[in-house]
């Protein structure tokens, strides 16, 4: 049976009620970070996808406990460390004294579970690997930062779920049992087939996102740029200097942050997403939310873009902004409604469940399989010029 890109053997009949139990039951521990609420109010990727997971793991009938902020909401149980997520918090808080926290929590309560599954990148592992209880971790964010690998060659044993195959290629040798796309539910947003009135910009106003190229992008092509974005605080010079004398209020808006009652109109009215990165994204959220709505996306071929977007159906691939903005002058070729069924069949949330379920299931009876590449290296570990997908075999 395929699932998402990984390949799982069926399980054999069960030998007792005991494992019949197991195998369509399991008490599941899901970790998400302290910075946002579980789903975020309104920035943040990780804490919207584990949201999004916890819920359709319920709905497939599991027993699912959330460590997060207790400003969270889930159709789990909820396990509050910290009162309010730390970013949005009226009162600064020491991110560090709310992790350890929820380190503790989690190891008050691991012998609950059957499998804990952590999106909160290293700091788990020390603990985890003593409590004993089968464990994998998502990684969310950007793994090519030095000192990394010296963490995996600690960690050899523990097991880790990439979000895109270009994901993995700085840490070759840590345990990658698959790649997990994220997904997201299909009814959260509504398709509009609508040819869209503008170009829209969704995420942080950091360079390596590049709001500069979209804003040059957007004028060279003739259309209005409506940016939807959150300006970090480490940013608020790159926004003045940069951005702020770019943004006249008229074909170039900033309307800030949006929740995902507001995204739906902002993503459905547009024309096309531009998703010019200029960094090794390790997928790209608002792709698929944008394919939500039906709407294509316009993304530079780097990280995961390839992955994600169907060239020439979903939205189209380009290596410069000339080709971007060529781009938009052929989006009257694609068809809307090709673009939400391409999203329906590659990126719900039901289908990154399913995917999880699996390996849970395989770490428990201990017959989860190391992901190796077949194509070497699989192209630059910055993630330029990566092939589109790298072939993968469980071996």
């Not at 309104?42 to 916890?54: F, H, M, P, Q």
């Not at 460390?81 to 989690?106: F, K, S, Y």
């Not at 997928?283 to 390839?306: D, N």
Request: glycine content about 8%; charged content about 25%.
């Amino acid at each position: 049976m395929r699932i998402g890109q990984c390949e799982f053997r069926r399980f054999p009949r069960p030998s007792s009620f005991s494992s019949f139990i197991l195998l369509v039951f399991m008490r599941i521990a899901q970790i998400a970070p302290l910075a946002e609420s579980v789903p975020p109010k309104l920035y943040g990727g990780t804490e919207r996808v584990v949201a999004w997971l916890v819920d359709e793991l319920v709905e497939l009938g599991h027993a699912v406990t959330l460590f997060a902020s207790g400003d969270s909401r889930t159709r789990g149980r909820l396990h509050p460390v910290w009162p309010h997520a730390l970013r949005l918090g009226r009162q600064r808080t020491d991110p560090m004294a709310a992790t350890a926290l929820l380190l503790e929590a989690i190891s008050k309560r691991a012998k609950d579970f059957d499998v804990i599954h952590a999106h909160i990148d290293w700091l788990h592992l020390p603990l985890l690997r003593r409590l004993g209880v089968p464990h994998l971790t998502t990684m969310h964010g950007r793994i090519d930062l030095p000192g990394l690998p010296d963490v995996i060659r600690e960690f050899p044993e523990a097991s880790f779920v990439s979000i895109s195959d270009n994901q993995r290629l700085p840490l070759p040798d840590a345990n990658w049992c698959c790649t997990v796309q994220h997904g997201l539910p299909t009814n959260l947003f509504r398709p509009s087939y609508g040819k869209g009135s503008y170009l829209a910009f969704l995420g942080r106003l950091t360079a390596e996102k590049g709001p500069e190229k979209a804003i040059r992008i957007a004028r060279a092509a003739r259309m209005p740029l409506r940016i939807a974005a959150k300006i970090p605080r480490a940013e608020t010079a790159y926004f003045k200097k940069h951005l702020e004398p770019l943004i006249d209020g008229e074909d170039v808006r900033l309307i800030g942050e949006v929740n995902d009652a507001t995204k739906q109109g902002f993503l459905a009215q547009a024309a096309a997403l531009l998703f010019p990165i200029d960094w090794p994204e390790p997928f790209g959220l608002v792709m698929i939310e944008a394919m939500a709505c039906g709407t294509p996306v316009i993304g530079y071929r780097s990280g995961s873009v390839p992955e994600v977007i169907d060239d020439g159906v979903t939205g189209f691939i380009v290596e410069s902004e000339e080709e971007a903005v060529d781009a938009v002058n052929k989006l009257a070729r694609l068809d809307r409604r090709k673009v939400r069924e391409r999203f329906e069949e590659r990126f719900s949330a039901h289908r990154m469940a399913r995917a999880y379920e699996s390996h849970y299931r395989q770490l428990i009876d201990g017959s989860i399989e190391r992901l190796t590449p077949t194509l070497g290296a699989l192209g630059d570990p910055q993630g330029h010029g990566c092939p589109i997908s790298a072939t993968l075999r469980c071996e």
